[in-house]
């Protein structure tokens, strides 16, 4: 598809690469710049839907101080730059909108420091959580963030990212203890520290995770960690209704009970798994479980306990393993719903979609999105994090009938209306990249001047990641 | 700094009585850090949330004061006369800081409370009405008239409504003043314990019957009861609005009017028993009457003390009711004793559903219910709302001036409970 | 705007009762819990509304005068007292509690909402709001948010930041917003978590939505007693390292103990010289284990003594020690000066090392008790002299070494009072000039003019420490 990508973009504003930056770049970085089109491609969108939007060339610095003669030579020229980690994004966060420096930190993937006894890590931002987790095996310890894609801490960081054991282990925003940041101008801050607690200055860190790398280049995280838990289980089990299943949900947490993971897959996207991963579950609303304890008898107990509730909801089967392969193999499924989904409809590409509502209202807001899409002729899938109230929708649609793609905008953006009109936001967790700028200014009013006018202060020059996430 | 604001003259100018005063530097000052933890305990504070009606803003003006960066004004005198001197802050300080006296080293300075007016008939009852037992007598006489010939009704609709909210405080002046049937009074059985007893000035203005109930249940406890004819008011309302040397002079004759070797002063007060404890204090300044002050008051103790301690001798019918109890705060903060009422409640079978906040001030304390009404009315309607969330029949608090504010409370705000002192419960229980 | 004028138009705002002006009424907001500095106000305002803030807000700026909000002035960094005068507005009169929503478990109350009474007022619930500063009883939700405030039970439950998920926020301008909402991650730029910690100088909160956690079914506390501090400190160390993550885990010292026992009666041993106090929360079946499993190790590293409090009544009696402790120090000298520092945890020995022995060089007895879970110490110097005399610098050397020695070991100056007025010139000691830099362009967004609780935060060449008194009060007063 080469020859589909424009070499000058088609948004308004784009400027003219100055070959003066190029010679620059590549006298600093040498064969590590690169102009072709196939690089460029790949740079061009991440994974989402979204039209792809290629830079004029990618860097890929080795450390932060080549980090800072980057920015600071996009700096003096006046050109845009995007930071690039592993392209897992889903709203268009890495298309170079107005073209630019991509800079790809994937070859900053050393592990700086590991603290068994703090239980904390210092990475470059390139370290992708697989690996972290590879490294620390044996010694007990585990980064809980767990997107699904092998991302980036550093993207991970940027854009907040949360996962499947949010519900317990919480997102980024509670695992990022500071952050080595390159701002556009050059400059080099550090944020945070690794202290557990501190009340000194500015919760800088909290700026700039979930910034979408539009206020600077994070190029080193310390991030915390967690034990292993002693014992674990997991469980399935599908419901007559959504309600029940979320009722359940809802349910268990009030009663505190320290699930670490639950997911939510509507009919659809059972159907779809059963296909693709040859589970043999029931095709029903069904809930995926995962349950952490000190010892045998007290993850034993959390699911004895959460089968009372079910089955206090209308549940139907339930099935529960400790054997570590049955587990995996019942989260490998979890994790390639994507893929699933998109088998469903060879040839179809899969728009996904990510709203979060307050707990209470999530049976409602499902019910009501799921009528609505009851009239549409698409293969519509629903899964979720909904432990924090937060589910995904996964459109699919053919590529080559624009009357699909216009007919899912439409749907969603009615879902993530409705969610706020609910008290909801706009994304769960894959962040506002340029897809749910629109949503964002709905949901936030005044706070939004508040944000414009720190991405005008730290960037004046709109060089950061620009028409992402803050319409300046 | 780029303020454009000048400076203007106050509205309130200094009080011409304390011009030229100033707080005393005294020791127990220094023991407050300002940490605020008091503030959520004191209900003048939860009120107003002001931190001048708070314990550490008021500790903080007086000391101010003391250190020369603060005049005195009506506007202070008013901050520190809005404390109901409950000491709620005393309990909740974590450093120990000595509120009370604080408080009261600063009233002396600062004389009695309120306007021109208020301060002369104040001081006037304090220290030609309070000291002198016959012309206690004498008011209580015309109160009884005062509230019996109608004419308090007729004033009630004649007056200004501040005062008529005043005069529907004045409590119902007993029947008959207290007056002992001796001054030695022999056990009943065999003898345990010989104690002197304190009258005091309310309970013998209004509470006789409770006098004689506490007397009748130590002597069933094998008490011989001694019951000085020279004693009089402790001087706990001279202490607390400003009348110090008048408080002294009281204090002084009840140690001369009480023999030296009785093992234990009880009282039914808990006003008076919180003073009488702090008469080392009181004297302290005084050579001749500093360690028999000091004898004096380490031998003080509220009657429910007393007898816990002493244990009651007969099994009392147990009564089948529900009773909540009310902390009178200087039974509860003033001297710490919280325990053994309830022990005592618990010995006479009743069954305690404790009210949120039970040692909350219900806004008596001593006058300051006549002085601020506004307060006090707050709080006492806090105070009944606990009361009836409870269920409670009946509501149990061993000191006059709480019992004269919840009676008033009962009635202004319909809440039907009974409103009894614990010696009284006891007697009718037979203890 | 001449003084007269602006007090007519506060009182049109607020009402007559609610604007202070008699030198009496400002006298008592010169101070919050920081004992050595002291600043009257012109005008203290005590708002009942949002919509009142914002428009004291507005005439404050009108008549160039800062505004520094104060909660319950219990902050032990001086982060409320007005250095420059101007208005303190007093956050206390709004103390309502605005939504329950039990099956979203949050709440939105208002700041002058009293910590330990959200907490009361959510007992009935099943529910409590975790983080439980030692100021709890008196501290408010709103100066809970601005210091970014901790507490023993923070280990498991994370501080404020973990557990406020939006507020409205009246910014310098007069202008209302909301930032975050009732959901955890809002997107777009994280406001809401650099409003928290950021000590009144981004603008005025007015409503707080807070995130309610589930009271757990089984409760169990633990006190080991040690007869060695080093040893303790690497009990700590023992327990997080067997991967249990108690719900507190508090060290008090030797020291500690003999003050406490002197005003509470705890019952401390007189001759031990650290005590574990350890909280375990959970299902019934898993919480029992866990704490056998804490005793464990805990006898295996030495403890003398180990005592299990199982009913609520024995459990209070354990905290109450530990709660009252910063009081109790009262008692050692006319003075205390409690400070707050952290390190990772690992570091704990040998940060006591230092602090044991900064004690020993400079002559000054400290005692200590901390929240030794997170690494957050709490090293209180006692003397008998007070901050006038010539003697205190030796508490200033003693305080600085302390900090130094942390910032070594990889922690911070401050763990949970923040930086206020105490400790800004330190804050080049954690941080580089590009740093503070990035910090003050922020602030410039927030607040262009810095009229909120300006020379806060950031230094300015005057401490308080060490200055003598009539320094700091000759600030001139256009």
């Known amino acids: ?472 | 700094m780029t303020g454009a604001v000048a400076p203007a003259a106050h509205a309130a100018g200094p009080a011409a009585h304390l011009a030229g005063r100033a707080m005393p530097a005294i020791p127990e000052l220094e023991a407050c850090i300002h940490c605020g933890l008091c503030l959520n305990h004191c209900p003048t504070y939860r009120v107003t949330h002001l931190e001048a009606e708070s314990p550490r803003g008021r500790i903080y003006l007086v000391n101010a004061s003391a250190q020369g960066r603060l005049d005195l004004t009506a506007s202070v005198a008013d901050h520190l006369y809005l404390c109901l001197m409950c000491r709620a802050c005393e309990t909740a300080c974590p450093s120990g800081v000595q509120y009370g006296r604080i408080a009261e080293a600063a009233r002396e300075v600062l004389g009695p409370p309120g306007p021109p007016v208020t301060r002369t008939l104040v001081r006037l009852a304090l220290r030609h009405v309070m000291p002198y037992p016959w012309r206690l007598r004498v008011v209580a006489r015309l109160m009884r008239v005062f509230q019996r010939s109608g004419l308090a009704a007729l004033a009630a609709r004649v007056l200004p409504e501040r005062l008529r909210a005043r005069i529907a405080l004045m409590p119902q002046a007993g029947a008959r003043f207290y007056t002992p049937e001796a001054e030695v009074l022999p056990a009943i059985g065999e003898r345990r314990a010989r104690v002197a007893f304190l009258s005091g000035c309310a309970m013998s203005m209004f509470f006789a019957d409770i006098n004689e109930a506490t007397v009748r249940v130590l002597r069933r406890n094998g008490c011989e009861v001694v019951i000085p004819r020279g004693q009089a008011c402790c001087g706990a309302l001279n202490v607390h609005n400003g009348e110090a040397e008048s408080a002294r002079a009281m204090a002084r004759r009840d140690i001369d009017a009480f023999p030296d070797d009785v093992d234990t002063i009880v009282t039914n007060a808990a006003g008076c028993g919180a003073a009488m404890k702090e008469y080392g204090h009181l004297l302290k300044d005084d050579p001749a009457y500093r360690q028999r002050a000091e004898h004096f008051a380490a031998r003080v103790r509220d009657a429910s003390e007393f007898l816990k301690g002493l244990g009651l001798r007969t099994r009392p019918q147990p009564m089948s009711q529900t009773v909540t109890y009310q902390d009178p705060c200087h039974l509860a903060h003033g001297q710490r004793v919280r325990a053994e009422p309830r022990a005592l409640l618990g010995a006479v079978g009743v069954r305690l559903a404790e009210m949120a906040g039970s040692d909350r001030c219900c806004g008596s304390a001593g006058i300051y219910n006549v002085l601020q009404p506004e307060m006090a009315e707050t709080l006492l309607r806090e105070k009944m709302e606990a009361i009836r969330a409870t269920g409670a029949a009946t509501v149990v608090a061993p000191n006059p001036g709480c019992m004269i504010q919840l009676k008033y409370g009962a009635q202004r705000f319909g809440v039907p409970v009974r409103v009894m002192h614990l010696m009284d419960l006891l007697d009718e229980a037979g203890a | ?478």
């Open chain 3, 1 to 478: 705007m001449d003084r007269a004028a602006l007090i007519r138009r506060l009182q049109a705002i607020v009402g007559e009762p609610y604007v202070l002006h008699r030198p009496d009424d400002l006298t008592v907001y010169e101070q919050d819990a920081l004992m050595v500095a002291r600043h009257k106000p012109d005008l203290v305002v005590l708002p009942d509304t949002t919509q009142q803030v914002s428009d004291v807000v507005k005439a404050a700026r009108e008549a160039g005068l800062p505004i520094v909000a104060r909660g319950a002035g219990t902050g032990l960094a001086g982060g409320a007292i007005p250095e420059r005068g101007g208005v303190v507005l007093a956050m206390t009169r709004m103390t309502r509690l605005l939504d329950l929503d039990l099956a979203s478990r949050i709440a939105v109350v208002e700041p002058g909402m009293v910590n330990a009474e959200l907490t009361a007022m959510l007992a009935a619930h099943g529910l409590f709001y975790a983080p439980d500063p030692g100021s709890q009883v008196a501290s408010t939700i709103g100066g809970n948010v601005a210091n970014n405030s901790g507490g023993p039970h923070c280990l498991a439950y994370g501080v404020t930041g973990n557990n406020v998920v939006g507020l409205e926020v009246v910014l310098a301008d007069g202008t209302v917003t909301w930032l975050g909402g009732r959901a955890m991650d809002a997107p777009g730029y994280d406001l809401t978590g650099i409003m928290v910690g950021s000590e009144g100088t981004f603008g005025i909160v007015t409503k707080v939505v807070v995130r309610l956690l589930a009271r757990r079914e089984a409760v169990r506390t633990l006190l080991a007693i040690y007869d060695r501090m080093d040893v303790a400190c690497e009990a700590v160390s023992a327990v997080i390292g067997a991967g249990i993550v108690p719900e507190a885990l508090e060290i008090l010292d030797g020291i500690t103990m003999r003050a406490v026992n002197q005003t509470l009666h705890a019952g401390f041993p007189e001759d031990a010289e650290a005590a574990l106090l350890i909280e375990v929360e959970g299902l019934s079946e898993s919480v029992p284990v866990l704490i056998e499993r804490i005793e464990v190790i805990c006898r295996a590293q030495g403890a003398r003594r180990i005592q299990t409090a199982a009913t609520a009544e024995e459990r209070l009696n354990l905290w109450k020690g530990r709660k009252q402790a910063y009081g109790a120090l009262g008692k050692l000298g006319r003075r205390t000066m409690m400070l707050d520092v952290c390190v990772p945890r690992s570091r704990l020995p040998e940060i006591m090392r230092r602090v044991l022995e900064a004690g020993r060089r400079w002559n000054v007895g400290v005692a200590n008790f901390f929240h030794a879970g997170d690494g957050n110490l709490h090293p209180t110097p006692f003397f008998d002299f007070d901050d006038t005399s010539p003697e205190y610098a030796r508490v200033i050397g003693l305080t600085e070494d302390i900090m130094r020695a942390c910032v070594e070991l990889g922690g911070t100056i401050t763990g949970e009072h923040g930086i206020g007025l105490e400790k800004r010139e330190y804050l080049g000691w954690m941080f580089n000039d590009a740093d503070i830099a990035a910090m003050k362009q922020v602030k410039q967004v927030f607040d262009p003019a810095d009229a909120l609780n300006p020379d806060k935060v950031f230094p300015t060449g005057r401490s308080v420490h060490g200055a003598p008194r009539g320094k700091a009060l000759a600030v001139p007063r256009a």
């Open chain 1, 1 to 472: 598809m080469a020859d589909q990508i424009p070499t000058t973009g088609t948004s308004p504003g784009r400027f003219r690469l100055d070959d003066l930056l190029i010679a620059e770049l590549r006298a600093l970085l040498g064969d590590r710049l690169s102009t072709s089109a196939a690089v460029r491609e790949h740079h061009s969108r991440g994974e989402t839907y979204l039209p792809p939007y290629p830079p004029d060339a990618v860097v890929f610095p080795e450390s932060t101080d080549e980090v800072r003669e980057i920015v600071r030579a996009c700096s003096r020229h006046r050109t845009p730059m995007v930071p690039f980690g592993a392209g897992t994004s889903l709203e268009g966060h890495v298309a170079a909108l107005q073209g630019g420096i991509s800079i790809d930190l994937s070859r900053m993937s050393r592990i700086l420091r590991v603290s068994p006894e703090d239980m904390d890590v210092t990475v470059e931002a390139g370290v992708t959580h697989r690996q972290l987790n590879k490294h620390l095996r044996g010694t007990g310890l585990f980064f809980s963030v767990d997107p699904g894609a092998d991302a980036t801490i550093g993207g991970m960081a940027a854009t907040r990212a949360s996962g499947t054991t949010a519900v317990r282990y919480g997102t980024m925003r509670e695992s990022v203890l500071g952050l080595t940041v390159v701002l556009a101008d050059g400059r080099l801050i550090r944020t945070g520290g690794r202290a557990r607690k501190s009340a000194s200055g500015y919760d800088l860190t909290r700026l700039f995770v979930g910034s979408e790398g539009t206020l600077g280049v994070i190029t080193e995280a310390t991030v915390r960690l967690h034990g292993l838990p002693e014992a674990v289980s997991a469980a399935t089990c599908s419901f007559a209704t959504v309600e029940g299943a979320v009722n359940t949900v809802i349910t268990t947490i009030q009663l505190g009970i320290p699930v670490a993971r639950i997911e939510l897959l509507d009919d659809v996207q059972m159907d779809a798994v059963n296909r693709y991963s040859n589970l043999g579950c029931p095709v029903a609303p069904t809930l995926f479980l995962e349950f952490h304890g000190a010892s045998e008898r007290s993850v034993a107990e959390q699911v004895e306990m959460v089968k009372e509730i079910a089955a206090g909801n209308g549940v139907g089967d339930f099935r529960w393993a400790t054997d570590p392969e049955e587990r995996a193999r019942l989260w490998k499924a979890r994790h390639d719903s994507y893929f699933a989904t998109l088998a469903l409809r060879p040839g179809a590409v899969a728009i996904t979609t990510d709203v979060c509502v307050p707990i209470a209202r999530l049976a409602e807001c499902i019910a009501e999105t799921k009528k609505d899409n009851a009239a549409s002729s698409l293969t519509i899938a629903l899964i979720g994090h909904v432990g924090d109230g937060n589910f995904h929708l996964i459109y699919l649609v053919d590529p080559n009938t624009p009357a699909e793609m216009e007919e899912a905008e439409r749907l969603n953006e009615r879902m993530v209306m409705r969610a706020l009109a609910m008290g909801g936001t706009c994304t769960g967790e894959h962040g506002v990249g340029y897809g749910k700028m629109k949503f964002l200014e709905a949901e936030h009013g005044e706070a939004l001047n508040v944000m414009r006018q720190i991405k005008q202060a730290l960037d004046p020059h709109n060089l950061m990641n620009p028409g992402k996430m803050v319409r300046v």
